[in-house]
């Protein structure tokens, strides 16, 4: 499946997709199935909040040590 293009302007693009149920029924549903599916990773985890804190963590790092790290590549 290849992407498509268009040069058609922008106000008529949106014109279309408010028209198009079938693309907004499908972006519904995938925009929820990513939620149960985050949900799902999230429980499975376990200890949610300490894994974001530990993402805070690592990021913090990697921002201080950044000069570091482009330095030695």
């Known amino acids: 499946m290849g992407l498509e293009t268009t040069n058609k302007p922008f ?3 949106v014109k ?4 198009d149920k079938f693309m907004q029924k499908s972006v519904a549903k995938a925009q929820d199935a990513q939620w149960d ?7 499975e985890l ?4 300490d894994w974001r804190n530990l993402g805070e963590q690592i990021r913090q790092h990697v921002i201080h040590y950044l000069p570091d ?5």
């Open 37 to 43: 599916k985050r949900e799902a990773a999230r429980k």
């Open 46 to 49: 376990g200890h949610w909040q």
């Open 16 to 19: 279309e997709s408010e028209q």
């Open 11 to 13: 106000l008529t693009r």
């Open 69 to 73: 790290y482009l330095g030695s590549v």
